[in-house]
């Protein structure tokens, strides 16, 4: 108990001692390591287990005030410069990409492959690239952006967790966790800013031509901070800041756009989708899963409507978040929509060499099981039904000895896929047959 005692004492006294020699967590100098000494230890075994260079035991027991390094007392607390701990490199995993994403050295991107400190990851035009952490933590980065992994790594003497990344062009978004240890760092650095986050879900975009940095908070805090100005800023959930030479803006997160029609199937060649929202621009997300991470297409626009081209069939999902002038991200809504592009042309015209026959045709472009409903009526209400077949398996009907007059029909598709269904009817057609000349 009374060892207990001491230790805690010590471990008090040692976080105190750090709190007033501390830097900014925005700072890039790291925080010294609080030890507090465990029964048999010695300051050459404590600089041979957890130093860069054992014989560094001696400046310890400088630092210390420490005169006999084989013989510490339990519950001494011993402050380490971090310049002298031993680090263990980690690395992080591509989770998901889309399109042109090069690491720099390594080449191509790869799901599974690993990044570690140092390498610069980029993504081209419309693509996209997830990273996992070895804390669960995770960046994504949009498209034409640029992030160089300037730390991964753990602390071998106390498991402290240092990571710094540095956008160099584009935007990042990241999910921090929160962290195990109240010395555990997470910075995001661009060339005007810097931002800490203790646990927390945010933004960092940069702007060369303005020379400003956007940072937009979901959950948690973020302490933000230009390179030109010493103090910080402490953004909350729901804020943003802008941070460069002139003094940081704060601002409230914009709204999110409103998704009009969401439940209505895409079954156009092209994805339109028609937004709601405020600020000078709206951003327009597409992703393979709900939590977006395997994002594959985005856009912007300042209108009310987002178009996009080449998108495959299934379940997608959209995020929607406006911008406002300064760059700043506001809130995210998020949408599941059902993809499923199909078509259907038909015609109708009496049989080649066959005057008192008449056939419909039909043809249908999509993927799964296809049937068909036709209706053949005497009215364009289609009331006055002279033939309604259902589940039709043939693109095609052909009906005899149909009497002179104005007819209409409609040709209506119903696609089955993966336990989906989805239905296309084409519009009311009119056929006229004319009376025979005699």
Not at 110 to 128: K, L, M, P
Not at 245 to 260: E, G, H, K, Q, W
């Amino acid at each position: 108990m009374l060892l207990a005692r001491v230790a805690m004492a010590g471990c008090l006294i040692v976080m105190a001692a750090m709190a007033r020699a501390a830097p900014l967590p925005t700072a890039d100098r790291e925080a010294p390591a609080a030890y507090v000494t465990q029964k048999g230890d010695t300051l050459i075994g404590l600089a041979q287990r957890g130093l860069v260079k054992p014989q560094d035991w001696a400046t310890l027991a400088r630092i210390n005030h420490i005169s006999r390094p084989r013989q510490l007392p339990v519950g001494r607390a011993l402050v380490i410069p971090a310049v002298l701990l031993r680090r263990e490199p980690l690395t992080a995993r591509i989770t998901a990409f889309s399109g042109q994403v090069r690491i720099d050295p390594g080449g191509a991107a790869q799901v599974g492959a690993s990044v570690a400190e140092g390498d610069i990851i980029g993504t081209g035009a419309n693509s996209f690239v997830t990273l996992t952490l070895i804390d669960g933590s995770r960046i994504t980065l949009p498209s034409q952006s640029r992030v160089r992994i300037e730390a991964l790594q753990r602390i071998v003497l106390d498991g402290r967790l240092e990571r710094r990344f540095r956008i160099e062009a584009g935007r990042a978004d990241f999910g921090v966790t929160p962290r195990e240890r109240p010395t555990d760092r997470f910075l995001v650095k661009t060339p005007v800013a810097v931002a800490a986050v203790r646990g927390t879900e945010f933004r960092v975009a940069h702007d060369a031509t303005t020379a400003k940095s956007a940072v937009s908070v979901i959950e948690g805090e973020v302490a933000g901070r230009s390179l030109a100005r010493r103090d910080e800023t402490a953004v909350a959930a729901g804020s943003g800041a802008v941070l460069g030479a002139a003094p940081t803006r704060m601002a409230a997160l914009l709204p999110p756009p409103m998704l009009d029609r969401p439940g209505r199937v895409q079954d156009d060649p092209v994805v339109a989708l028609r937004i709601a929202g405020e600020g000078a621009r709206r951003r327009v997300q597409l992703a393979r899963d709900a939590g977006f991470v395997d994002l594959f297409a985005e856009t912007e626009t300042a209108g009310d409507e987002a178009r996009f081209d080449n998108v495959a069939n299934g379940t997608l999902y959209v995020r929607l978040t406006a911008i406002d002038a300064d760059g700043v991200e506001g809130l995210p809504a998020s949408y599941a929509i059902e993809r499923f592009q199909t078509g259907l042309e038909a015609a109708a015209g009496a049989l080649p060499g066959k005057p008192r026959r008449t056939q419909f045709r039909w043809q249908a472009i999509g993927a799964g099981t296809i049937s068909y409903d036709f209706v053949l009526a005497r009215d364009e209400a289609l009331a006055d039904r002279v033939v309604d077949a259902v589940g039709l398996a043939d693109p095609e009907m052909t009906i005899t000895s149909l009497q002179p007059g104005d007819w209409f029909w409609r040709v209506t598709m119903t696609v089955r896929d993966g336990g989906r269904s989805f239905t296309r009817a084409l519009p009311v057609r009119k056929l006229t047959i004319a009376k025979p000349e005699r």
